[in-house]
């Protein structure tokens, strides 16, 4: 099984450029075409990137009203993600498949590596190596931004616990 760690690197220096690609082009940005073949063949060899540009693509259909895609979910999250599963479900902010590290920071200042797999305007779903309980309080640090939340349920799944959070008064702190 893939630790947290190994699971939030990128599998090369080429992926992020592949991120970057698709926010260069929601902002109507072009890639020339020598650019977008490279990133193709690296598409084509990286499980991790292909994975996310197909969440990608299921959420660009959601969003779109277009068919459901009959792709299956890849990774951990992408079948929660999924806006085809759950249609009574009754939450107000779509939650976006994500597979970012993060960092779990503890008024006693222990700090635990975590992985966040879903994000919303709300909350986040976090997968841990640690058991919290319910109404706990900690610092989430995503890169430079900080955000307070509570937890609001934990389950164990495997070898890890997957964590529900809050963000609390939407307090982010760069």
């Known amino acids: 099984m893939e630790t947290v760690e190994e699971l939030a690197k990128p599998a090369s220096a080429e992926c992020p450029r592949i991120v970057s690609a698709v926010l260069r082009a ?63 479900s009754r939450r107000q902010h779509r939650r976006l498949p994500t597979n970012e590290a993060v960092n779990l920071v503890f008024e006693d200042g222990s700090v635990t590596l975590a992985r966040m797999i879903e994000v919303s305007a709300k909350g986040a779903r976090i997968e841990s190596p640690d058991e919290l309980n319910r109404e706990d309080q900690f610092t989430l640090n995503r890169g430079r931004r900080s955000t307070q939340v509570a937890v609001r349920h934990c389950s164990r799944q495997g070898d890890l616990y997957v964590i529900g959070v809050e963000f609390l008064r939407n307090a982010v702190r760069a």
């Open 26 to 88: 929601l902002r109507g940005e072009d890639e020339t075409a020598e650019a977008v073949e490279k990133m193709r063949t690296h598409v084509a060899q990286c499980p991790a990137c292909a994975a996310r540009l197909s969440r990608l693509g299921r959420l660009i259909q959601a969003l779109t009203g277009g068919p459901p895609e009959r792709t299956p979910a890849v990774g951990p999250g992408a079948e929660a993600a999924a806006p085809d599963k759950d249609p009574a």
